[in-house]
């Protein structure tokens, strides 16, 4: 294969301004965190039109009552939560493909602007 090389340049990343879009789930995957806990990382494709998506990155932590109430609104945006109280097993790879709605925030990452999860959007009238 033959390449003509060129100056590098760092990517410029897309953004979307802070505010409630519609996503699909494009991958998810267990794996452990930092702390060596397990959790699920969702990749998102989140945005209005195919020209405005970005790819978002989230990760869903059980067992942590400080974190898993994101489980849970993932579960209620993507209509999948089984109701208040009931046990589930929880298999990424099912939740390829699922749509829901979320709300995004920009945050700073080694000093530029990423898109970051604030929280998943759903109705309380079933709860």
Avoid at 34 to 60: I, Q, W
Wanted: net charge negative; with cysteine.
């Amino acid at each position: 294969m033959k390449y003509n090389a060129r100056k590098p340049e760092a990517p410029q990343f897309k953004t979307l301004p802070p505010g409630d879009y519609p996503f699909r789930v494009l991958d998810a995957r267990e794996t452990t965190s930092k702390t060596n806990r397990p959790m699920m990382e969702v990749k998102l494709v989140v945005g209005e039109s195919a020209e405005d998506e970005v790819t978002v990155f989230d990760y869903l932590l059980p067992g942590d009552p400080k974190t898993e109430w994101k489980i849970d609104a993932f579960l209620a945006a993507c209509g999948m939560h089984p109701g208040e109280k009931d046990e589930v097993e929880l298999e990424a790879n099912e939740f390829i493909g699922w749509t829901g709605r979320v709300k995004l925030k920009l945050e700073k990452f080694e000093g530029k602007d990423r898109n970051k999860v604030d929280t998943y959007l759903f109705g309380t009238e079933e709860f």
